[in-house]
């Protein structure tokens, strides 16, 4: 009667394969259901200058990075350095989303610190950024030139994670737009 | 006459219960009621079925997260403007995943999270009339004969 043993085995070894993948996954990752589709339209004030509006408009036509940034997020003060570092190669433009912040602290911020962005929409209230599924700061989105959303990174971003995502993204993207030259 | 022990224990006892009821109004912002109170009751029941992503085990309507009292607000002025929750709720899932949703839909993605339940009880009934029937022939041990 081999097989009465074998059968609680079989149901412990399923749960454990559950469990062990379990334990691998990131409670915190939740996978955006924007990927493939269009990215939300918007329309803010700019940080630098309240009178002119920054938004979809201005992000059209080439491929570029949507950062959500904010001075009161650890991780965005983390992954500036690079974000700067990024800025002077000069490969994709980086626009910046100011989420929930005071623009005075952010203006500060980016005159102390550097400014990596082409321009930063401010979104006091956060209201663009509900459109967009952000969660948390930082969050990176990759855009297409038709304005699809290719990729989305929810944490700092750092140079390991631009060579393994990002790049062959943006490489295989612009294989058949124009876009700007990536080296690297 | 309760005596003054009891009198003291009373109290306290109030005075407890104060305190829980205070604690209960303070943690989350108002939003202005709205007033018609079927409205306000839907709005109720719907924040306290989304979740809220920063911290990931409370409701909307519990988190105190800035993100959370962003999606009240959003949601309240949808429902003021006459959006059926339905479309609430789309407009969530859009957004942000049906794990925003405490009770998700099902689908292919969702069926075994909702059909396992029913798949495991069955499971535990199969296993139940198998037990059960190689026991129907055999005779009752000397304990289970009842005097």
Not at chain 1, 145 to 161: C, F, N, Q, W
Not at chain 2, 65 to 71: E, F, N, R, Y
Request: aromatic share 10%; proline share 8%.
């Amino acid at each position: 009667m081999m097989w009465r043993y074998l059968i609680p085995i079989s149901i412990f070894l399923v749960l454990s394969a559950f469990f062990v993948k379990g334990l691998s996954l990131n409670p915190r990752y939740v996978p955006s259901p924007l990927l493939g589709k269009p990215a939300p339209e918007f329309e803010l004030p700019r940080l630098k200058d309240p009178n002119a509006s920054l938004g979809s408009v201005d992000l059209e036509g080439q491929v570029t990075l949507l950062n959500v940034w904010a001075t009161w997020c650890v991780g965005c003060r983390q992954e500036h350095g690079f974000l700067v570092e990024l800025s002077q190669e000069n490969n994709v433009p980086i626009y910046g989303l100011n989420w929930k912040d005071d623009r005075n602290t952010a203006l500060d911020w980016l005159s102390t610190l550097g400014d990596p962005y082409v321009g930063s929409a401010f979104d006091e209230l956060g209201e663009v950024a509900i459109d967009w599924g952000v969660y948390g700061a930082p969050e990176t989105f990759l855009l297409a030139s038709d304005g699809t959303v290719l990729y989305k990174h929810i944490a700092p971003l750092t140079r390991d994670i631009w060579t393994s995502e990002f790049l062959p993204r943006i490489i295989s993207e612009c294989g058949s737009i124009p876009c700007p030259t990536v080296n690297n | 006459m309760p005596n003054s022990q009891q009198l003291i224990a009373i109290r306290n006892g109030l005075g407890l219960s104060i305190l829980m009821l205070a604690s209960a109004a303070w943690g989350i912002d108002p939003m202005p009621q709205f007033d018609d109170p079927s409205l306000e009751s839907s709005y109720q029941e719907l924040i306290n079925e989304v979740r809220c992503l920063v911290c990931q085990n409370q409701t909307i309507a519990d988190s105190n997260a800035p993100l959370a009292s962003d999606l009240r607000r959003e949601i309240h002025q949808m429902m003021g403007n006459g959006a059926s929750r339905p479309e609430v709720v789309e407009f969530l899932v859009a957004r942000y995943g049906d794990f925003v949703l405490y009770r998700p839909p099902f689908h292919s993605k969702t069926w075994l999270l909702w059909g396992a339940p029913i798949i495991l009880l069955a499971l535990g009934f199969l296993v139940f009339a198998r037990i059960l029937k190689s026991r129907m022939g055999q005779p009752l041990s000397e304990d289970e004969i009842t005097p």
